[in-house]
């Protein structure tokens, strides 16, 4: 469980969605290290412009749930 911070990771799949007008992302990310994907639903004012999959991301989490997604460069 991450209580709080942040983890690498890899986007395997990002899929956009609109629920009645509200722009979501659901993801499918790997934390590196692990193999075992890992899934989250934001809106788009958690997440960098035009996600997609293979990008190396970083992951915020707050009492395990993640809350923000940036791209991570390198």
Do not use: C, F, K, W
């Amino acid at each position: 469980m991450i209580v709080a911070g942040t983890r690498d990771a890899v986007l395997n799949q990002v899929q956009m969605l609109s629920i009645h007008g509200t722009i979501l992302y659901d993801l499918v990310y790997t934390h590196v290290g692990e193999t075992q994907p890992r899934q989250a639903r934001l809106g788009s004012e958690s997440l960098y412009a035009e996600p997609q999959s293979g990008d190396l991301i970083r992951v915020q989490y707050m009492m395990n749930v993640a809350t923000t997604v940036a791209r991570r460069m390198g």
